[in-house]
């Protein structure tokens, strides 16, 4: 299992999307009580499921983490995770991940300068006050010594995504045959 962290604009998602489609990683779909958006899809974006389910799994202990966002909840399950999957977490989550998968899991930190991700959020035509917001919040919440646990740094500033994404695939490769 890979665990992408990194970030606001530092490639993640794209990252997490080419490993699906390259190199045939599922996504873990995660829990949510929140309503579906028009575009989304049930079992594919979240696993969407009323108040009263997810309390029921939670007290049942079938999440590996819970967090409650904006009046909702979210939880990854047990039952989801493992095998040739990728996950993007933030550093708090990372932490709660690794004291419970271990070396079950291969975790990268994705980093790319403050300035290109800055740009990277003007192309996607994020507001201004959010850029803002995100980078003030990112540069102490990805502060290393936030995260216990790394296995591979990955620097994406400049190249390719696709090679930037061959480069995680191999070390995770590299790493899952020490285990």
Known sequence: MIILIGASASGKTEISMMLVK???FKKVV???????R???IQDVDYHFVSEEQFLNM??????IETIYYQNHYYGTSFKDLGGKKVLIVDPNGANVYFDKLGDK?????????EEIRKQRMINRNDREEEIIKRLAGDKIAFQRSNIKHIDFIINNNNDPIEQVTMQIYSLYRSKIHDI
């Open 22 to 24: 390259q190199y045939g």
């Open 30 to 36: 995660t829990y949510t009580t929140r309503l579906k």
């Open 38 to 40: 028009h575009n989304e």
């Open 58 to 63: 939670k007290n049942n202990n079938e999440f």
């Open 105 to 113: 899991a291969v975790f990268f930190l994705i980093e790319a300068d």
